[in-house]
T-cell receptor, first 114, second 114 residues
């Protein structure tokens, strides 16, 4: 049982490049979310999903795309990277409604856009 | 949207002493959940404690306890007998019963001195 696995752990991109941050969980969790963490800003919700085929936008969705074709995977795509997307990205999952047990978090991806 | 406010960007406590971290939130809902998460330098997000709004009894987990004041919309975390390993960022988070994700505060950095 690996929990929530995020890859890569570190990434440097050039402005304009695209990439996909991977997130996989093996706990059969229905709810999954992506957050970004910036200094002094806490964690802000980018996108979330309540099950395979169902996604929705969070607080800061611009420049990001998601899909959920399986229960296990929830990749985050950066369409055209910008320096403002330099951040630490966290994927999180929950078995049911988040309030019932809270999230299980991945270990994060530190992304630098130059 | 619900907002979570942590008014103390930084706090310091001596080893073996007690410290209280503050959190207030804004909501019009009556049924919701509150959380405290710990983020040590490893970057991993760790659930510390969870409180259900309909329960009047304050949650406790070993040395960690909360003071939940529903009318005042206040949810403070008390750490007793502080240890060096308690040094971390602490995030307060809110989830409404109908919500799909957590709303986080900006965090409080806790320093523990010998």
């Amino acid at each position: 049982n690996a929990g929530v696995t995020q890859t890569p752990k570190f990434q440097v991109l050039k402005t304009g490049q695209s990439m996909t941050l991977q997130c996989a969980q093996d706990m059969n969790h229905e709810y999954m979310s992506w957050y970004r963490q910036d200094p002094g800003m806490g964690l802000r919700l980018i996108h979330y999903s309540v099950g395979a085929g169902i996604t929705d936008q969070g607080e800061v969705p611009n420049g990001y795309n998601v899909s959920r074709s399986t229960t296990e995977d929830f990749p985050l795509r950066l369409l055209s990277a910008a320096p403002s997307q330099t951040s630490v990205y966290f994927c999180a999952s929950s078995y049911g409604p988040v309030g019932s047990r809270g999230y299980t978090f991945g270990s994060g991806t530190r992304l630098t856009v130059v | 949207a619900q907002t979570v406010t942590q008014s103390q960007p930084e706090m310091s406590v001596q080893e073996a002493e007690t410290v209280t971290l503050s959190c207030t939130y804004d909501t019009s809902e009556s049924d919701y959940y509150l959380f405290w998460y710990k983020q040590p330098p490893s970057r991993q997000m760790i659930l510390v404690i969870r409180q259900e709004a309909y329960k009047q009894q304050n949650a406790t987990e070993n040395r960690f306890s909360v003071n939940f004041q529903k009318a005042a919309k206040s949810f403070s975390l008390k750490i007793s007998d502080s240890q060096l390993g308690d040094a971390a960022m602490y995030f307060c988070a809110y989830n409404s019963n109908s919500g799909y994700a957590l709303n986080f505060g900006k965090g409080t950095s806790l320093l523990v001195t010998p």
